[in-house]
């Protein structure tokens, strides 16, 4: 193990009694357990009520600030200590090991509670799988558009099941449940007789456009 500095003991005999060991290992780039060994040695023991306001200090509050805060690390960490700290930094572009790849897949629960499935198709972009499958199936969605489950299943991502529908429609249908049957009934077939309105009417633009 390297041997501590005249330095290095120095600041611990000045701040034993004000600074937790773990956070002075920090401070001097040293291990947790070297520099409380080395405190031992050098017959530095804090007493019962020192130890327990450091356990009492460590637990972080609500509203609590971060004791390095605002402050330049030469303020509050040894030169040899940011030495050594430089090699464990983060370098310029460099992922964390945890970062998913493209088209990775993941569950998140909106406000209510409910699951809804993300995929990444870039590096910090995700959307919802519901729109990426209609996409695939349909071409880009129309500003505007919501994707939703027929079936009401979030979890069953299958191209039939999806379906485009106006922000307007999308309340209308959430609200129509609170309708009787009967007229819930009538609505529902209102919105299916509009769907193939439409369906009709974009194939014939479509079959006088190739005429």
């Not at 804090?46 to 450091?54: D, H, K, L, N, S």
């Not at 700290?85 to 992922?95: E, M, T, V």
Request: positive net charge.
């Amino acid at each position: 193990m390297r041997k501590f500095t005249p330095e290095e003991d120095d600041f611990l005999r000045k701040n034993y009694l004000t600074v937790p060991a773990k956070r002075m290992s920090i401070l001097l780039g040293r291990s947790e357990s070297a520099a409380r060994q080395r405190m031992a040695l050098l017959g530095l023991v804090a007493p019962p009520e020192v130890i327990e306001r450091f356990r009492k200090e460590s637990q972080f509050k609500k509203g609590q600030v971060s004791f390095n805060k605002g402050r330049k690390q030469s303020e509050y960490c040894s030169p040899e200590g940011i030495a050594r700290s430089a090699k464990n930094r983060f370098k310029k572009g460099q992922l964390p090991p945890n970062t998913l790849y493209d088209m990775a897949i993941t569950v998140r629960n909106d406000k209510r509670g409910v699951p809804y499935k993300f995929i990444r198709v870039s590096q910090s972009v995700w959307i919802p799988l519901q729109r990426y499958v209609w996409e695939k199936e349909n071409g880009p969605l129309a500003r505007g558009l919501k994707v939703i489950f027929k079936n009401g299943d979030t979890m069953d991502y299958r191209p039939e099941n999806l379906e485009a529908v106006s922000c307007r429609e999308l309340m209308q249908r959430n609200s129509v449940h609170n309708l009787p049957k009967p007229i819930v009934q009538t609505v529902q077939l209102r919105g299916v007789l509009n769907r193939q309105i439409n369906k009709r009417i974009k194939q014939l633009k479509d079959e006088k456009q190739n005429q």
